[in-house]
């Protein structure tokens, strides 16, 4: 049930197109965050921190390279992780 939810929720991904963009938009915006981040905080409990600034930089000049389903991965997989460790770190 759960699998095939998210392969649901993959091909309406798909097929909307402004969600994909604003999804990589915001894969850009928090990989560019997170590069200013560590550049005054080299050592933050973030983890994959430089995997995060290498995708948004792969997303900026090799769009060709970053697939939809790559986004989708990091989407349901990484940005949850993401969130709780930010919000770890803010408190």
């Known amino acids: 049930m759960f699998f095939s939810r998210i392969k649901e929720d993959f091909f309406e991904f798909q097929k909307d197109l402004k969600t994909r963009k604003a999804v ?3 894969l850009e915006i928090i990989g560019e965050a997170l590069n200013r981040i560590l550049k005054i905080m080299p050592k ?8 995060i600034v290498d995708t948004r930089n792969r997303i900026i ?7 939809e ?4 991965f990091i989407v349901i997989k990484y940005l949850p992780k993401l969130k709780i460790e930010v919000e770890k770190f803010l408190e």
Request: cysteine-free; overall charge positive; proline content about 0%.
């Open 69 to 72: 389903d790559v986004i989708w």
């Open 24 to 26: 990589k938009r915001n």
């Open 44 to 51: 933050i409990a973030i983890s994959d921190s430089r995997k």
């Open 61 to 67: 000049h090799g769009y060709d390279s970053v697939t």
